[in-house]
C-alpha cells in the first residue's frame, strides 16, 4: 500500500510541477515581424522553408539566452523524388525561460561564394 501512494504522490507532483502544463506555440513565415503571447517553459516551434542543398541555411542571429533556450534546429529535406533544389524545412523550437520580451532573429545565409540575400526573419516572443 506504501509503495502505492508513493508512486502516486510522484504522479501528482509531476502533473503540478512548473512546466508541466507547458505548450507548444508553432509559428511560420506569417509570424515574420509579429509579437506571439507566450508563457514560460512553452516551447516556441518556427518552420521556414530552407534549401540547404544548396549551400543555404538559417542561423540565430540574435536572441536572449536568458529569456529563450535553443532547445533544437533540424533540417528536413524535401520528400524523395522531388525536383532537384526544391526546398526543404527549417525547424527551430525554442523554450521560453523568463517572463518579459524577447526578440529572436534569424537571417537566411548562403556559402561565402554565393550572392547576398536580404532574407530574414524576426519575432518578440512576450512571455508571462
Known amino acids: ?14 502533473v503540478l510541477a512548473p512546466g508541466a ?11 515574420n515581424g509579429k509579437t506571439v503571447k507566450a508563457k514560460v517553459g512553452d516551447l516556441v516551434q518556427i518552420t521556414l522553408q530552407s534549401n ?16 529563450l533556450s535553443v532547445r533544437s534546429a533540424v533540417y528536413t529535406p524535401p520528400k524523395a ?6 526546398k526543404g524545412r527549417y525547424t527551430l523550437t525554442l523554450r521560453v525561460r523568463t517572463a518579459g520580451k524577447s526578440t529572436l532573429k534569424l537571417q537566411y545565409v548562403g556559402p561565402p561564394s554565393a550572392y547576398t540575400l536580404d532574407k530574414s526573419f524576426s519575432v518578440t516572443i512576450a512571455a508571462s
Open 52 to 67: 540547404a542543398s544548396t549551400g543555404y541555411a538559417w542561423e540565430v542571429s540574435g536572441v536572449n539566452a536568458a529569456k
Open 81 to 86: 523524388g522531388a525536383a532537384p533544389g526544391s
Open 21 to 31: 502544463s507547458a505548450g507548444t506555440i508553432t509559428l511560420g513565415a506569417k509570424a
Open 1 to 14: 500500500m506504501r509503495r502505492i501512494l508513493v508512486v502516486l504522490a510522484s504522479v501528482v507532483a509531476l
